[in-house]
């Protein structure tokens, strides 16, 4: 299914048998718990066990959207999909066919994003992993945010990030009117799939200051052949950012290159993804 992140692999998050299907299909190791989309913020009822103010205020200001929130669990949630934990994170994606598959299946869908584990995720329907088994493709299009969710944990008195995302965490702290721990450390225990290297290419990835002449990858000015000339605009740069790293996957270099962005705070989820693309977290 098309989200305005990346494309999920979407199953029945009720159904057992069918989450246990996303698992295989992306050799994901079952600790590693998804993410549950609803159509609405009442339907966040039907997950989990509690509605804290401070996500009732975070779904008011970014819902639809990009933020992920980490929530206790009912309890007929199915253990499968919080990789056995008591705890669910759950969001309702800016999509209008997620959201219109979501009022056609009447229920909760789970959907990790549809590539291998570890792999880059898909933001254009040609991108999908062809090799995962049996699943049809629903086109929605290229994703207008191009990297995955925000996910914050509101398990806790205190708010914690756990991955970062466009929904910065100044932008959930204003809206709590509290500062939002980054939880950078305890972020790789908290969310499992918050490995060092994930949402890489087959390509090896190495970040650079200045693109060279020969170096195939990702720039600003892209100057040379086989150099893709990115926006300077972090949100843009996001849209673009994993079509393009598929893009040069393909042409089967030894080595793509890439630019290295502003540090500046509109930064930090693209050097999150970046970071974790070359391996160097
Ligand atoms: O943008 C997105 O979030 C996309 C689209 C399809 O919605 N989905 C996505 O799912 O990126 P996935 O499975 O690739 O990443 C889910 C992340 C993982 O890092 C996982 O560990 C974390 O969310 N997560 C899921 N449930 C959690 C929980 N109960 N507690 C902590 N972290 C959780
Ligand atoms: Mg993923």
Not at 63 to 92: F, H, I, Q
Not at 177 to 184: I, N, P
């Amino acid at each position: 299914m098309p989200t305005e992140t990346v494309y999920g692999l979407a199953a029945d998050a009720l159904n057992p048998v069918a989450v246990r299907s996303v698992f295989a299909a992306k050799s994901r190791p079952a600790d590693n718990p998804l993410i549950v989309h609803v159509h609405s913020v009442d339907e966040v009822e039907s997950i989990a066990a509690e509605r804290p103010d401070s996500m009732l205020q975070l779904a008011k200001a970014f819902w639809p959207g990009p933020l992920t929130m980490v929530l206790p669990k009912r309890r007929d949630v199915p253990s499968e999909v919080t990789g056995g934990g008591n705890t669910v994170a759950v969001r309702v994606p800016a999509h209008p066919v997620a959201l219109e598959l979501l009022r056609e299946v009447g229920g909760p869908i789970c959907a990790p994003s549809a590539n291998a584990f570890m792999a880059l995720s898909p933001t254009r329907a040609e991108d999908v992993n062809p090799d995962l088994p049996g699943f049809a493709i629903l086109d929605g299009g290229p994703c207008q945010i191009g990297i995955e969710s925000t996910v914050l944990d509101l398990t806790s008195g205190q708010p914690k990030l756990l991955r970062k995302g466009v929904i910065t965490a100044d932008a959930i702290g204003e809206v709590l009117g509290l500062r939002v721990e980054t939880g950078d450390g305890d972020g790789e225990k908290k969310s499992p799939g918050n490995y060092p290297r994930h949402y890489a290419p087959q390509t090896p990835l190495v970040l650079v200051d200045c693109l060279a002449e020969g170096q195939p990858g990702l720039g600003f000015e892209g100057n040379f052949q086989h150099q893709r000339t990115m926006p300077r605009e972090p949100l843009a740069y996001a849209r673009e950012l994993y079509s393009a790293l598929h893009d040069l996957d393909r042409l089967g270099f030894e080595t793509i290159f890439v630019e290295r962005p502003p540090t500046t705070p509109e930064w930090a989820a693209v050097w999150d993804r970046l970071t974790r693309a070359s391996g160097v977290l």
